[in-house]
Each structure stands twice: as C-alpha cells, then as structure tokens.
C-alpha cells in the first residue's frame, strides 16, 4: 500500500526544522501531526510564517516529538500490509521521517523504495478549487498527491 508522505519545515534550507507530518493511505485514511516542541517561531522563514503557520489545524493535531514518533509507528503498523511511501519531494520529506521512525521503524514499511509522485500545478490547482484544501498544509497535500495518483 502507498502511503502519500507530505511535511512542513522552518525553511527551505538543509536542517530545517519538522512543522508537521502527514501519510495518506490509499484509503484516505490519515495520520496527520503538528509538533510543539521542535521549533520555536523565530526559526521559521518570512515564507513558512505566511503560508504555512496560518493553516495548520491545532487541536488534536498538535503533539511533542515522541508521541508524534510513536503514534505514526503505529499508525503505519495498523496499516497490515506491507507499505512504501510516495513522495513528491523525497529529499525533503524522507530525512523527517527517517529521524522520527529512527527507534521505533515499523517492519511493514519498506525502508529503501520510494514511489515517486507529480503534481502538476494545474492539478494541485483543480484539487485545491475542487475540495477546498490549503496549499502548504501537509494533509492536504498528501491527499492532493493520492487524489492525483489515484485518479480521483
């Protein structure tokens, strides 16, 4: 099963810092997590605290580093099946998910393969318009990714 991989950083720069974290599976279902300890606002550039901060979606969401950590383990292990992530930024998104799944990596996840993903802009637009998502929101950019993919 894929799982479509999205995340938000402090910038666009080597050593960012994870905002939040989201996996779709090809169900729909989600694990989606917003990080309250691992940046403070200063670290983040002009473009994140424009265009990423006002859409994140708090409330349940918002979780430390380590909870984040084990919840998503789990969350790919509920899966019972064998997974591979789909991306369509891997240098960006997989080095965040490698430092969470670090201790705690679920045996049902593929660790070496990736199954690459392209958004056209128009596609992300038609998504966008269609179900009223938040561009630089990582939910649903991993559900514009399955959506595309998929055909949906």
């Avoid at 099963?1 to 810092?17: H, I, Q, S, W």
């Avoid at 729909?28 to 901060?53: G, M, W």
């Avoid at 708090?58 to 580093?65: C, P, V």
Wanted: net charge negative; glycine share 4%; proline share 5%.
């Amino acid at each position: 099963m894929r799982l479509f991989l999205d995340t938000e950083f402090t910038d666009l720069v080597p050593g960012a810092k994870l905002i939040s974290i989201a996996l779709v599976d090809e169900d729909e279902n989600f694990f989606y997590a917003e990080l309250i300890d691992n940046y403070e606002l200063k670290d983040c550039s002009a473009f994140v605290k424009s265009f990423v901060l006002p859409f994140l979606k708090g409330g349940k969401y918002r979780m430390s580093y380590f909870d984040c950590a084990l919840k998503l383990g789990n969350w790919i292990d509920d899966r019972n099946v064998k997974c591979i992530i789909a991306s369509d930024a891997p240098n960006w998104d997989i080095p965040h998910l490698n430092s969470l799944l670090r201790d705690c990596w679920p045996q049902n996840l593929e660790q070496k393969m990736i199954y690459p993903v392209r958004v056209s802009p128009e596609q992300e637009l038609a998504m966008v318009e269609k179900h009223n998502y938040d561009i630089h929101c990582a939910l649903d950019d991993a559900l514009i990714m399955k959506k595309v993919t998929l055909g949906y």
